[in-house]
């Protein structure tokens, strides 16, 4: 049950980092968030039954406050209809994040809704929906690195941009809290559902950009 590889992740928790830049894993072989799911009750019952403590059940988000950890990112119509693309990508490739997907789609109504169901009650929904699906196509990315949930969170700015940092997506470009140019997920339980939401497994790159070392090490 218990791996040289766990035990060196356990090491790691405790101060030796050898391989604080790798992932802790092998790739995830998980096909989508459904899938996800699978194999959670064995995962329950083997940590209850060891003494190690394990960091969390890699999923196509990765595995959680890892070098691994992924998040959903997608430019929203008025980001690609006002031509931003570039700039709001340079924000997250200059940071030093791993581009992992990235692609345009014209969202169906139904997959708008099944991104923001959380929302389905609220009363800005149906202009919600209707706002993604206007037929302009969004960017959907998945990118990769350390705390990439929280920083593309900080990357991208507070929901209204009134309260956005200035230099965050939304502060410098945005102006509405209804074109808010920019989705971030903000969980990686989030970013497991809408990753494999928006991406099947195999259009996902598995790559080391030539820096990550620098860019993640802790030493
Ligand atoms: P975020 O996109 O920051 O995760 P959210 O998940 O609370 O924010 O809401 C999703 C989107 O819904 C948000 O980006 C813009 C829209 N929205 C949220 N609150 C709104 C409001 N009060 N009026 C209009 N649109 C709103
Ligand atoms: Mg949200």
Do not use: C
Not at 77 to 103: H, N, T
Not at 145 to 172: E, H, Y
Request: hydrophobic share 40%; no cysteine; glycine share 8%.
């Amino acid at each position: 049950m218990f791996s040289i590889r766990q035990g060196l992740r356990t090491a790691s928790r405790h101060g030796v980092r050898a391989l604080s830049t790798q992932p802790a894993r092998a790739a995830p072989r998980y096909a989508g968030a459904a899938a996800a799911a699978a194999g959670v009750a064995a995962f329950a019952l083997y940590q209850a039954n060891t003494a190690v403590k394990m960091e969390g059940k890699p999923t196509i988000a990765g595995e959680h406050k890892t070098v691994s950890e992924r998040s959903f990112i997608m430019i929203k119509p008025d980001g690609v209809s006002r031509q931003l693309v570039g700039k709001i990508i340079d924000k997250f490739e200059s940071r030093g994040y791993k581009l992992v997907a990235l692609k345009t789609v014209t969202p169906s109504k139904e997959l708008a809704q099944e991104h923001y169901a959380d929302l389905s009650s609220r009363p800005f929904f149906p202009g919600l929906v209707a706002y993604i699906t206007s037929g302009v196509p969004v960017v959907a990315m998945v990118w990769e690195g350390k705390d990439v949930i929280k920083q593309g969170r900080r990357i991208v700015g507070a929901t209204n941009p009134l309260d956005a940092d200035p230099g965050s997506v939304r502060g410098q470009y945005a102006v509405s809290v209804g074109r808010n140019l920019i989705h971030a997920s903000d969980s990686f339980d989030s970013a497991t559902k809408e990753i494999g939401l928006w991406f099947k497994e195999n259009e996902l790159s598995q790559y080391e950009p030539a820096a990550w070392g620098w860019i993640m090490a802790d030493n």
